[in-house]
């Protein structure tokens, strides 16, 4: 006798299985660069308390 499965199948609307695939189209690009920046933690290459100062006055003053 086979194994119970725990998957399933399931038939999309052509217009609704697009927009899944450009939504993972946007994670796979989210999770490379999260990737990327916590090889560079790990490497030791990190901001210096006046780089992330000129990054968040850049945003504030940009918000007036």
Do not use: N
């Not at 790990?42 to 003053?61: M, N, S």
């Amino acid at each position: 006798m086979a194994e119970p499965s725990d998957t399933m199948t399931v038939r999309l609307p052509a217009h609704i299985k697009k927009r899944l695939a450009g939504q993972c189209d946007v994670q796979e690009w989210q999770v490379a660069e999260i990737e990327a920046g916590l090889r560079e933690a790990d490497a030791g290459e990190f901001c210096t308390p006046e780089q992330v100062e000129a990054v968040i006055g850049k945003w504030i003053r940009g918000a007036d």
